[in-house]
């Protein structure tokens, strides 16, 4: 045991020295290659698909009618098989990500890094209301802990790869190398140093270039983005409050009823694979008849942008987009929240737009202007990381002269969202999978791995509870040992006088269980896992 607890603290402390830094930035930027590779292949095969699927339905002769359903019930038992093999590639992944990095879940990297790649490709395939994103995430996380266990890394350092490989899955699939870098810091870890910073920044940097390069795209939205000129300040900001507003709300009943959904599909009870044929069959009309709301909705947006669309008809799009985005993820098929989430606000920024063009006498930028605030909006409103959504809306549109105002919308509507007490969606999707998966794996585990000793750097921020006070004075769960404090760049072991400070990390010992226990209470206590 002793042992063990020593080599852990020396893996910790071994990243100090420039050459165990030097190679994990080296494996980081591996990472960060394979990702972006993989990633857009990816994509690639997303838009095939999706090419493919629009053609097939040119022709709607019973025959190929018949063929098609037929398709679309196998894929759908195929994807249902892989979900019983491998649960863990369900949804977006970012959950399992965020537990894996609290010690809640292990990946078991090949099979389902390919399980995670085909069942996606079929799944948003088939038009189902499904971001490439959060598989995207899901698949650098993966490569960067299969990286780690090909090469050997020590556990601390599989943090840091399998961080880096969801920054650069998000940075591949959007184009978006600093949004990438900024979830990281912001929604997985909620924490920044210095070294998470460049291995992030390098993976997410490398990913974007090989995506780019085989790809050969650029700006995701391209579209000649204007400010509205003319309006009074007062107009201004009256309407953009009010919208914020709206995005708060809308964004509250994103989050009720994704888990909603979730809830009533699964308390269907039906035989699996008989219970996804018949949803598979309401994938297949609404493919037909409602092409405007399959897939993540990337062409949407560039379309919404440009076309005049009635407002009846908007709304329309905007309510079967919304639902239809619920219902696909309650399946728990490989796809992510993310794109959709994007779509949504968007949607209502236009409905929004359009209503002040066609009743307050606004000018026609209003429109477009108000689809990228919503974009950034809704984003905060649902995953509350409204620095991701601004960098993200940012670099997908290639128009930095928006920066104030989203930056503006972003944290009204954030402070909305804690005046509304809204919980962050990825959040809300951790606790209910891990709350299930312990009940259900409650007295499964060996006692050998109940009993094994883990290390956990942990990071005070300043809104801790734990700050400015001593340490025989910390309310912190019993089997939690403090073995030292790293403060300005020193370590040296605490005494029950020590004050801990914002800034200071600590390095805590204690067993598997108690780690997988209160690894969310100590986050909820200001302290980050590093």
């Known amino acids: 045991m002793a042992k063990g607890i020593l080599r852990e603290l020396h893996d910790i402390n071994s990243l100090k020295s420039r050459r165990k830094s030097t190679v994990l930035i080296f494996f980081c ?20 698909i999706a090419y ?77 209301s499904l971001g490439r994103e959060g598989p995207s995430i899901h698949l650098g996380a993966l490569i960067g802990d299969g990286i780690n ?43 920044f140093s ?70 009533k599909y699964k308390g269907v009870k039906l035989n699996k694979y008989l219970k996804i044929s018949c949803f598979m069959i309401i994938a297949y009309l609404t493919a037909v008849f409602f092409r405007e709301v399959t897939g993540g909705g990337h062409d949407l947006i560039e379309n919404m942008f440009q076309a005049d669309v009635p407002l009846k008809i908007l709304f329309v799009i905007l309510i079967l987009k919304f639902f239809y985005s619920m219902l696909s993820y309650s399946t728990g098929f490989p796809g992510g929240i993310f794109l959709p989430m994007l779509v949504i606000g968007a949607l209502v920024g236009k409905v929004y737009g359009v209503i002040l063009v066609n009743y307050f006498s606004a000018s026609n930028e209003f429109i477009v202007h108000f689809m990228l605030l919503g ?14 959504g601004i960098i993200l809306i940012l670099e997908m549109t290639g128009n930095f002269s928006y920066l104030f105002l989203l930056t503006i919308t972003a944290t009204i509507t954030y402070i909305l969202t804690e005046m509304m007490k809204m919980e962050p969606i990825y959040e809300v999707l951790f606790e209910n999978m891990f709350a299930k998966s312990e009940t259900e794996k409650k007295g499964s585990h060996s006692p050998g791995k109940e009993n094994k000793i883990v290390t956990l750097l942990i990071h005070v921020g300043a809104d ?28 040296h072991i605490p005494d029950g006088e020590t ?14 269980k108690t780690a997988q226990k209160y690894a969310y209470d100590l986050k909820d206590k200001g302290i980050k896992i590093l």
């Open 29 to 48: 930027f591996l990472t960060g290659i394979v990702t972006g590779g993989v990633v857009a292949s990816y994509r690639l095969l997303l838009d095939k």
């Open 52 to 128: 493919f699927r629009h053609d097939f339905f040119k022709d709607m002769s019973l025959g190929r009618v018949i063929i098609g359903m037929s398709i679309f019930i196998l894929i759908g038992i195929a994807v249902q098989f892989m979900l019983s093999k491998y649960p863990m590639i369900s949804g977006s992944g970012i959950p399992q990500v965020n537990g894996l990095l609290q010690k809640k879940v292990g990946f078991n990297w090949f099979p389902e890094l390919i399980c995670k790649f085909v069942g996606g490709v079929l799944a948003i395939g088939t038009g189902m």
């Open 149 to 191: 266990k090909l090469s050997k890394r020590t556990s601390v350092e599989e943090k840091y790869l399998v961080t880096c490989g969801a920054s650069a899955g998000l940075s591949a699939a959007f184009n978006a190398p600093l949004a990438g870098a900024i979830f990281a810091l912001e929604e997985l870890h909620k924490f």
């Open 194 to 263: 210095p070294l998470l910073l460049i291995c992030v920044l390098v993976a997410s940097g490398a990913a974007n270039y090989v995506s780019r390069t085989i790809l050969k795209t650029g700006i995701t939205f391209q579209h000649n983005f204007v400010l509205p000129d003319g309006t009074s300040p007062l107009f201004a900001i009256v309407t953009t409050v009010i919208f914020c507003v709206i995005m708060a709300v809308s964004g509250k009943a994103f989050g009720y009823f994704l888990v909603y959904f979730q809830k």
């Open 375 to 388: 974009m950034a909006a809704y984003f905060t409103a649902v995953v509350k990381a409204p620095i991701t």
């Open 464 to 491: 801790s509870e734990l700050e400015n006070k001593k340490i025989k004075d910390l309310n912190l769960p019993k089997k939690l040992l403090i073995m030292s404090v790293r403060a300005n760049g020193k370590e």
């Open 499 to 512: 004050v801990v400070r914002s800034g200071n990390q600590l390095v805590i010992v204690t067993d598997y």
